[in-house]
């Protein structure tokens, strides 16, 4: 394809295998979810992505609410994106990864559902194994 072999642009080219693997988002009270990328590199998401974007423009049409789109997203978000977690308790006990018990923690933890929402969109949070999530409260 090409002749030419540039230095120095590791930095600047995704990293393929991390968005299908995913990254670890660091939360606060110890919580980690590990996400996947909401990108090609990512086959369930690929394969659902036509039919999620057709709803997305659908609700945001009828102008849906943050809530209703959140609502919406939650349980997309949970069999697409989120693969594990730590630290995510009940009552003390740690609660084992499933998509169903994924969908109510993004739905009742507001910070947790603002991350993934913020980070799995943008490949260039998918360079490292491990990211520090950095919720914007503005307005809260």
């Not at 939360?27 to 086959?43: E, F, H, M, Q, S």
């Not at 039919?51 to 945001?60: A, D, V």
């Not at 102008?63 to 209703?68: G, K, L, P, S």
């Not at 594990?84 to 006990?93: F, I, L, N």
């Amino acid at each position: 394809m090409s002749d030419y072999e540039f230095d120095n642009i590791e930095d600047l080219q995704r990293k393929r295998d991390i968005e299908e693997e995913g990254t670890e988002i660091g939360l606060d009270g110890g919580i980690t979810l590990i996400v996947r990328a909401a990108t090609d590199a990512n086959p369930a998401w690929k394969a659902a992505a036509p039919s999620i974007e057709k709803e997305l423009r659908r609700l945001r049409n009828a102008r849906a609410t943050n809530d209703r789109l959140r609502k919406y997203l939650a349980p997309l978000y949970a069999r697409h994106l989120v693969r594990d977690w730590q630290g995510v308790k009940s009552k003390g006990v740690a609660v084992p990864y499933s998509a169903d018990a994924c969908t109510a923690f993004l739905l009742a933890a507001d910070d947790a559902y603002a991350a993934v929402d913020n980070i799995v969109y943008d490949t260039k949070n998918f360079r490292s194994a491990r990211i520090e999530a950095i919720v914007d409260h503005a307005g809260n």
